[in-house]
């Protein structure tokens, strides 16, 4: 996950918000372990402990560009709203309902059309600087990847402010192309993504807000080396016959401590793993399967039905029966799934 960096550009787009807000950089860059001078890349989880500074330094996880703070903890708070979304289309719509009650200005909206969802930024107060407007989708776009355990490729970038003087950066983060001097600020990807179903749990939750802010630089990217490996090697196996962590690192040609350790250092746990894909699977088989719910069960490796209730409204705040309902009711398109 420490493969990717950040340029230091980005680092001085962060501490010239600090001191126009009127802070000193040289403790909080002190406090995030780094020096007074950053004059090359930084790792993902460096720039997360700058950024967590400078949010406990001001109480505000947005660096002051808004028209109103972003207390610390707001982004807890938000993961909570959209945690049991139950599709990716819900939770962005939750997402920017929550962010417009926090910052008022910028904020966001999400455009169906022509195949294309389209999350467009406006404000009274623009247009921001283009450090705000990756801000905000470092955060959609993070949460959105990570709810769903899957890389949401982008189509375009567009920026409605001119581009930053010799900085490439912004060109070259997100990956796709990235236009500036437009009409409004938009992220665009296929609309078949939004109903994605929401995967994570609340122990997962626990697990990935404690990796933040600087796990949202990298979940775009999809999970790391170790939880993928696990996931591939889970997914050829019926769940009902998964195996425990000691029999699966000695499949994988390592130690119970070693595995453990490796995924800690990727925001899992083996246990947080199971209970995702569990739920993923659960989800599936309700919306497209005519198996009962005792039959899902089994087919998950519960040997009770009432244990599998229990897990699922954890997994997703609804019984199995309501969550098959609720999809019945919904009667909404169906569109191709992305596997």
């Known amino acids: 996950m420490e493969r990717q960096t950040i340029s230091p550009g980005f680092v001085e787009d962060a501490i010239a918000c600090l001191r126009q807000q009127g802070f000193a950089a040289e403790p909080v860059l002190r406090a995030a372990g780094l020096p007074a001078a950053v004059h090359g890349p930084v790792t993902a989880h460096e720039y997360g402990r700058l950024w967590l500074a400078i949010a406990k330094a001001t109480d505000d996880e947005f660096f002051g560009l808004c028209a109103r703070p972003m207390r610390h903890g707001s982004?807890?708070?938000?993961?909570?709203?959209?945690?049991?979304?139950?599709?990716?289309?819900?939770?962005?719509?939750?997402?920017?309902?929550?962010?417009?009650?926090?910052?008022?200005?910028?904020?966001?909206?999400?455009?169906?059309?022509?195949?294309?969802?389209?999350?467009?930024?406006?404000?009274?107060?623009?247009?921001?600087?283009?450090?705000?407007?990756?801000?905000?989708?470092?955060?959609?776009?993070?949460?959105?990847?990570?709810?769903?355990?899957?890389?949401?490729?982008?189509?375009?970038?567009?920026?409605?402010?001119?581009?930053?003087?010799?900085?490439?950066?912004?060109r070259q983060f997100f990956g796709v192309p990235v236009h500036f001097d437009q009409v409004r600020s938009r992220l665009v990807f296929d609309a078949a993504w939004l109903d994605l179903p929401t995967i994570r749990s609340e122990q997962a939750l626990k697990i990935f807000l404690r990796g933040t802010p600087g796990n949202l630089l990298v979940r775009y990217r999809h999970d790391a080396g170790w939880v993928t490996k696990i996931r591939t090697h889970l997914k050829a196996v019926p769940a009902a016959n998964w195996p425990d962590v000691d029999t699966l690192a000695q499949q994988?040609?390592?130690?119970?401590?070693?595995?453990?350790?490796?995924?800690?250092?990727?925001?899992?746990s083996?246990?947080?793993?199971?209970?995702?894909?569990?739920?993923?699977?659960?989800?599936?088989?309700?919306?497209?399967?005519?198996?009962?719910?005792?039959?899902?069960?089994?087919?998950?490796?519960?040997?009770?039905?009432?244990?599998?209730?229990?897990?699922?409204?954890?997994?997703?705040?609804?019984?199995?029966?309501?969550?098959?309902?609720?999809?019945?009711?919904?009667?909404?398109?169906?569109?191709?799934?992305?596997?």
């Open 270 to 339: 083996f246990a947080s793993i199971k209970d995702e894909m569990r739920s993923a699977q659960a989800q599936s088989l309700l919306r497209e399967s005519a198996l009962s719910v005792a039959e899902i069960a089994s087919e998950l490796g519960f040997t009770e039905p009432s244990a599998f209730h229990r897990a699922f409204r954890k997994w997703t705040g609804a019984s199995p029966g309501a969550f098959r309902r609720d999809f019945r009711d919904s009667a909404s398109p169906r569109v191709a799934r992305l596997d």
């Open 75 to 170: 982004f807890a708070l938000l993961c909570h709203a959209v945690l049991h979304a139950g599709t990716l289309g819900k939770a962005l719509r939750r997402a920017l309902q929550f962010l417009r009650v926090v910052l008022d200005d910028p904020h966001g909206e999400l455009i169906v059309t022509d195949g294309q969802a389209q999350i467009v930024l406006t404000g009274a107060d623009g247009p921001y600087p283009a450090f705000a407007y990756r801000t905000f989708w470092l955060i959609l776009l993070g949460l959105a990847c990570w709810l769903t355990g899957r890389r949401i490729p982008l189509q375009r970038i567009d920026f409605a402010c001119p581009s930053p003087d010799q900085r490439p950066d912004y």
């Open 252 to 268: 994988l040609g390592t130690t119970p401590a070693t595995l453990r350790r490796r995924l800690r250092g990727e925001g899992q």
